[in-house]
């Protein structure tokens, strides 16, 4: 699998993005009035549709865990483009809606209550209440309140229902004004639905399940690094196929009674090689403390690697890199291999409680000895600040090197408000907040 | 066969047949599609002219 993907290409998605939302906003053109102007009801009942459904399969595309989306957008962004699609999406469709019975109930001279009922008897309609009544119970799951009142698996369950709700969307848009009885158009549309469930087969289905056989993957060994957290070494056949990146992370399936129902993302906490991944865990809820007693010889599925923060996004000579809490897991694993050339600098800042809780402190110190690069304990109270000043004061050409970051989600995202309004280019700051896994 | 084409086929030959599979099921879906809308109605003529036939919503 190729991971030669960068900043551009994101430019490029957003572009190819536009211009897909200008072909869904062909209506236009259905919504002229003979004898020139533009109905403003007609025109928003059409667009507002056309638009939900394009907006639909791009939120399906962008979430297919496709490396090239994966790769330039980055998990973190790919995570808010999803979060705000999704309620644009729910806009669109409530738009669309009303505006249909709007128009309706004006071309057929009826109250609201009566051309509501006319359109829901409409063919195609039935399959597009069955989608909102869906889509609705998703986005009510997934209220942050939401989710925190109901177990992941229950979520999860309910969420995977989008794709249902999606095809019967699909199959009102294509009984619809704006495509029925124009076959090119209806022929385009249907291999976009159909390209981007196929990427969702690809890359969420197929690729797992051929990763499963093909690397056959199990616990070589487990280490314990500190109270809690443990190093996972696990063994598998062609690893170097999978072209894993220091930085990188997987998504794990341990496969035992407590832990086979869901993969859970843990970064690579050591270089890759040729037969073997390490990963390094915190307990931190009932799946981390179960894996803190993992077997060797359990069956281990990974679905990766995914993540931006390699050495292939590198732009400068000189590096920082930042990481907070677990976050070291894979700041240890670049720290490793990043080159330093002559005259060159590489530091790790790792913020942390207490520098005798630092995690993978030993491998760190020898790290940075072997290398000659230059490693920082951050710790709280007091020294932990990371603020755009303060790490001005300790890197004063912040701005002119390439920075990693790797913490909590709230740590990572400040930091990369501060670093940009102090002048740190976007292209040079790479930066993935960790999802907490309980 | 030789070599290099079934190495070849061994690294994309299932991307190959999702292809292929995904282009069939689009033109499917797309050639029997529906070819009238429901809601294709009279449009309401600007005053003074000839009603003409419109797309609802």
């Known amino acids: 699998m190729s991971t030669r993907h960068g900043p551009g290409d994101a430019a490029r998605l957003k572009v190819l993005i536009l211009l897909g939302a200008l072909v869904a906003a062909w209506p236009v053109r259905a919504s002229a009035v003979p004898g020139g102007g533009i109905d403003g009801a007609v025109l928003v009942a059409h667009l507002s549709g056309m638009l939900a459904g394009y907006g639909s399969v791009v939120l399906v595309a962008l979430m297919s865990r496709w490396p090239v989306i994966e790769q330039a957008v980055g998990v973190d962004e790919l995570a808010r483009w999803h979060a705000r699609g999704g309620r644009l999406v729910m806009a669109l469709i409530a738009t669309h809606a009303c505006a249909a019975v709007v128009v309706w109930a004006g071309l057929r001279g009826l109250d609201a209550g009566s051309a509501t009922t006319e359109v829901l008897r409409m063919p195609g309609v039935a399959a597009a209440v069955v989608a909102v009544g869906l889509l609705v119970l998703v986005a009510v799951t997934s209220a942050r309140r939401a989710r925190r009142r109901i177990r992941y698996e229950t979520w999860h369950g309910i969420h995977l229902l989008t794709y249902v709700a999606i095809a019967a969307a699909f199959v009102h848009q294509l009984a619809g004004p704006d495509l029925a009885g124009r076959r090119v158009v209806q022929v385009g549309w249907s291999l976009l639905y159909a390209g981007a469930f196929a990427l969702v087969v690809r890359h969420r289905v197929l690729k797992p399940v051929h990763a499963a056989v093909r690397h056959r993957m199990r616990v070589a060994s487990v280490v314990t690094e500190a109270a809690g957290t443990v190093s996972i070494t696990v063994h598998g056949r062609r690893l170097d196929e999978l072209d894993a990146q220091p930085g990188q992370y997987f998504r794990w399936r341990f496969l035992t009674p407590h832990t086979w129902r869901r993969a859970h993302p843990f970064s690579l906490s050591a270089p890759p090689q040729h037969d073997t991944l390490r990963l390094t865990v915190a307990a931190r809820g009932d799946t981390t403390r179960a894996l803190q007693a993992i077997s060797p010889g359990v069956r281990v599925v990974a679905d990766g690697p995914y993540g931006i923060l390699t050495e292939r996004r590198r732009t400068r000579r000189d590096v920082v890199l930042i990481a907070g809490g677990i976050g070291i897991a894979p700041m240890r694993a670049l720290f490793e291999t990043l080159h330093i050339p002559s005259g060159g600098d590489v530091l790790l800042l790792y913020r942390t409680t207490d520098a005798s809780r630092a995690l993978l402190a030993d491998e760190l110190d020898r790290l940075a000895d072997r290398a000659g690069a230059r490693l920082h304990y951050l710790t709280q109270p007091g020294g932990g600040e990371l603020t755009a000043p303060s790490l001005l004061r300790r890197v004063p050409d912040l701005v002119r090197r390439d920075v990693f970051v790797c913490g909590p989600p709230v740590m990572t995202r400040t930091l990369m408000t501060d670093l940009t309004r102090a002048g740190l280019p976007r292209a040079q700051l790479h930066a993935e907040g960790y999802q907490t896994v309980h | ?57």
């Open chain 2, 1 to 57: 066969m030789s070599a290099a084409p079934a190495g070849w086929w061994r690294r994309h030959g299932a991307s190959v047949a999702l292809a292929c599979v995904t282009l069939a099921v689009g033109l499917t879906l797309g050639l029997t599609a529906p070819t009238t809308s429901p809601v294709d109605v009279p449009w309401p003529a600007p005053s003074g002219a000839a009603p003409a036939t419109h797309r609802g919503p």
